[in-house]
Structure formats: C-alpha cells, structure tokens
C-alpha cells in the first residue's frame, strides 16, 4: 500500500514519512515504521491492518482548503455534549480524518470559552485533547500547503 520515504498521516500524531518497512517477530510479519515531522515520535503499524488503524495518504490542497472552511466556527455547548464529550472526542481522535479534528477543535475551544466565561477551569485532558487535534491539523496544513499556510488560520497563533 506505501512505500518507504511516502508522507503519511496517522490518527493523533498527524503528518510524517515512512522511513522503514520492517520484519518484526516471529513470524516476520512487515511494519512501516513511521516519523512523525512534528515530534520525536516513531510508530511501528502493522502493514496489514495499516488502513483499518487509520494510515492515510494526505489529502490534497482542494480536499483540505475544503475540510478546514468550518475551522474556527463556534458550536453551541449543551448537556447533551458535556455528557457525550469524553466518548466524542475519544472517537474523532482515534478517526485520523481532518473533518473530525476540525470539529474536536472547534468543539473543544468553544467550551473552554464558555468555561472561562463562567470562570471555571477547563479540563486538562480536554485541553490535552485540544492541543492533540491541533497539533494534528498543523501537521498536515504544513505537509500539503506549506509551512507558511498556516499563517492563513489565526486559530494556530499562539
């Protein structure tokens, strides 16, 4: 399915590049093993189930410009989604696809506005999460636009 030296993107790490196809164990089953570009991080995934955890070629710019056009929209919190928010924001995680983290990110900034406006603290596995899905966005903003794409969305200044 890939080869060494492809970019890719993988569910919470975000964009990196293949740098080995491994024989690990026994049964010399084959692993991609790949480096993430905005971490130290290295992953082994098996090659056969590679795509069923998630392991994608980018997107491209059109699909991408595409995806990220809601980023920064405000979503309304109720009981609803504080009830259902740990299970959600889990799932659009381990989801690898940039509408999810899209959403997660949007989700999650509005209740930390809200909470802030209650002078309440926000979650710091929530703000985990947050910067996770964010972090996961950047990476593969800067793969396939460029590192000075990202100056196009105020949401990454920090």
């Known amino acids: 399915m890939f080869k060494k030296g492809e970019k890719v993107v993988y569910p919470r790490h975000g964009a990196g590049k293949i740098i080995a196809i491994e024989k690990i164990g026994e049964d010399n089953e ?4 790949i480096k993430f570009f905005n971490s130290s991080v290295l992953v082994s995934v098996p090659v ?6 998630g392991l994608r070629r980018p997107m491209t710019k059109k699909e991408l410009t595409k995806a990220l056009r809601s980023l920064g929209e405000k979503i309304k919190i109720t009981k609803k989604t504080l009830v259902t ?5 889990r799932e659009k995680l381990a989801s690898g696809k940039v509408e999810d983290m899209v959403y997660l990110v949007n989700l999650l900034k509005s209740l930390a506005k809200q909470k802030e406006e209650e002078n309440k603290n926000f979650s710091y596995s929530y703000s985990d999460r947050l ?5 996961f966005l950047k990476s593969e903003i800067e793969l396939v636009m460029g590192k000075n794409a990202i100056k196009k969305y105020p949401l990454f200044s920090r």
């Open 30 to 33: 084959k692993y991609y093993k």
């Open 131 to 135: 910067e996770i899905a964010h972090d």
């Open 85 to 89: 928010l740990d299970a959600v924001s």
């Open 48 to 53: 056969k189930k590679a795509e069923e955890m």
